[in-house]
Structures are given as C-alpha cells and as structure tokens.
C-alpha cells in the first residue's frame, strides 16, 4: 500500500478521535445549563444543517486544487465551533455554532475522501474507502471513551482542572488545530491538484453539480432514505435499551462491540464484496436483509441476546454498504472532479441525518416499535429507487454503445 494511502488513513483515525471527545458528555453539559432535552434534536439537525450546504461548496473549490488548504481552514472552522458552542451559554447562539462546525468539518470529510479515490486504483477504492470507514470508527470509539473517561475520571479531572464540561470542548477545539497542523504537513496533493488548467469558476462548478445524471440522482435520494433509516436506528438504540431497563455499562459494552465488528468488517470482509462487478444489487440485497433483521430484531423476547447475535449480521451490513456506495457514486465522476460528486452525496446524506432525528421523536414519541419498523421501510423505499437506477443505468450504457 502506497506511503500517501497510508498517511491519509491515519487522518480518518485521528479526526475520528477528537471529533468524538465532546459526544459523550454533550447530554451532560446541556442539561446542566438547563436547556430543554428538545434541544438536542435541533443542535443534531443545525449542525447537519451546515454539513448540507458546505459539502458542494467545499468540494467545488477542492476539485479547483489546494484541498490541504481548504481542509485546513475547514478544521479550523470546526474549532471555533465547538469552542462557541461550550462556551456560549445561550442555546440559540450554541445553535449557529453547531451550524458553523457543521459548515467547517464538512471540509475534512468531503475531501478527504475524494482525495483518498483520486490516490487509489480503481480496482483498489472500495477496499480503501473500506480502510477509511474502519479507522473513523476505531477512532470514534476511542474518542467517545476519551472524552467520558477525560469528563469523570477524578484524576483527569483534577490534571486538567475540568471544573465544567465547557473544558471539554475547549480541550477538544485545540487538539483539533493540531490535527489541522497534522494535516498541513502530511498532506501530499494528488496530480489532480497539482495540474494547472484552466478551471471553472466557482458559480460554473455549482451549476454543474446541479446537472448531474438522473441515475445518479435517484442513487443519492436512495442514500438519504438509507441514511434516516439507519441514523434513526443508532440513535434511538440508545434510548431503547434504557427504557428495557439496561444500565449505561452495558450499553456502552454493545456499543463498542458493534465498533469493533464494524473494523472487523472493514478490513477482511469488504475487500470480499469490493470483487463484485454488480455492487448495485449487492447494495439492494443488503438493505432487503437489513430490513428483515430490524423488523425481527425488536420483536424478539430475549433482546440482549438477540442484538449481540442477529443485529451483528445488521452491523455488517452497514459496514459494507457505506464503501459500496461511495465507490459507486465515484464512478460518476469525471477525473478531476472527484470532491464536488463527493460533496453532493454529503448534501444527501444529511439531509436524512437532519429528517431521520425529526421524524424519528415524532414515531418514538408514539411507539418504539413504529420509529424501527419506520427505519426498515426506508432501507425498502431505498431499494426501490435502487432498481430505478438500475433502469436508467442500462438506459443509458444503451446509448453509448449506440453512439460508438
């Protein structure tokens, strides 16, 4: 594996590490400044929000070279954020700097992985966006342990005078301008970013993400029903297994087995699936078995068991299905233009993190029952627009082998 893979690798584990520092004592720190829990949801969806609309905009001027700089200033949004957002101590002004990480931190994810297929073979971008999905979520368990084990450790308490959860976030907002200092020295440009054509300006690159194929179209609105089902799934999970009565320890044991299998996956089960020449069917088969297993999982009598036996197979499948997906919205790109293909699937991808928290309260609020079953019928709406793109996909390679 080339040096430069490598190296950008190791940019997913450690973003994945600081950026989850400040998840597990968030609930903590915003009950303690009495705002009510309904808060939770609209910070969630602000900061979506800002992930929506930067993602074409920071993969627009990526694709136009110099994505280190751009990642760099991105990262450095992402502190200020969540500086802002522990320390400003008025929840609507937390809003706008939810919303102002969102905004910065799409930088990094939008690029990075556009960076990581334009390094790569297009034999080897499934398996190495693969890599890259292991190593976030190694380090977003790592961080999630850090960041509770930094908030109630006495020690740490006392080594780092955290008299607030507030430090938290600060410790956090500095650790990440060293990432961004990491990223400014390590990161090696592609040919892509070097070349010195003449390149569209800004207005022309938006207006040609907003002509995209309709395949692709209906790919990525599949992805946005993908992704409520499957946020709706993580973030409720949580809530479920304290309303069954289970302790906080035991969530967090299912939580870092689920990070685990999900490495596990990463590295030797999608090299597996990345050999399939029809990933498309692949990508329908898996949400068609993920729908099954969520509509048995929550009616099963024994839960605990279930979940660490049944909903691994789950877990698997999502693993596999994020590198899949990425690899096939990739192959609409046109060389070059790897970053603003990549930013409008972030776009879609958050609008289902923003819908998914929305209208997951809303079923939830009514039934458990009805907000999982709600998540397996929109991995099945998912699949059928997968079969539409599968229509359209031979309409098309139909006509291009008319016109040679």
Known sequence: MKKSILITISFFLVQGIIHNLGHPVTPSFVRSLG??????GVFFASMSFGLMIGGPIWGVLGDNGKKRNYIVIGLLMYSIGQFGFGYAGNQYIMVFFRFFSGLGVVAAATLLIS???????????????????????????????????????EVM???????????IFLIQAILNVFYAAYIYFAFKDSKFDVQTVKRPNMLQSLKEVAHIRPSLLFFLISLTFMTIGAINLSKYMDVYFDELGYTPLQLGTFVFTTGIVSVLTSIFIVPLFARFKKQIFAIAIIQILSAVIVLFVFRASNFLLIVYTVYMIYVIFKAVYQPL??????LHAEEGKFGRVMGVRQSFLSIGMVIGPLLGGFLYERSALLLFDSSALTFLIGVLLLGVVYVLEKKHQQKVNLSV
């Open 157 to 167: 308490v006392d080594l780092l005078n955290i008299t607030s959860y507030s430090k």
């Open 325 to 330: 997906e990425q690899n096939f919205i990739s």
């Open 35 to 40: 705002i009510p829990d309904f808060m939770f």
């Open 115 to 153: 960076h990581i297929i334009e390094i790569s073979e297009k034999k080897d971008r499934t398996k190495h966006l693969a890599y890259t999905a292991a190593a976030m979520t190694l380090g977003g368990s790592i961080g999630y342990y850090l960041g509770g084990f930094i908030g109630t450790n």
